[in-house]
């Protein structure tokens, strides 16, 4: 489990419930989606809808913060152990941090190059003025 259970109303398809119960349980959203409407076509219609509105009306919205893209530093990365979990398949991964890695690189050949130019040795003669 994953924190505070909220309401993710940003990618729900309704109020959000089934996106917050995924985010909280580190499962993913059409996962927790058909297990619903199987409930609901399954006999358990009028359980499910109370519980529904009950978690519509109970649950807070998930914080702004919360739902901000976490930045590189803080960025996690998954790996998928069953298909079910949320994260990312390793093939995905595998390609998400080669070009993470190519961004940073290009990054550091750009300092690298400014450090060693002649740009350099004049900023800081001007930031010692």
Known sequence: MKGTLY???DNGRIAGVCAGLANHFGMETWLVRILT????LLGFGFFVVVAYIAAVLILDKKPPEASAEPTHSQQEHQVKQKP?????SASQLIGDLDREFMQMEEKVTHME???TSSAFNVD?????L
């Not at 409407?37 to 609901?40: D, L, Q, T, Y």
């Not at 079910?84 to 990312?88: A, R, V, Y």
């Not at 800081?124 to 010692?128: D, G, H, L, R, V």
């Open 37 to 40: 409407v199987s409930a609901f």
């Open 84 to 88: 079910w979990q949320s994260g990312k």
């Open 124 to 128: 800081q003669a001007f930031k010692k």
């Open 113 to 115: 190059a400014y450090v």
């Open 7 to 9: 309401r993710d109303p």
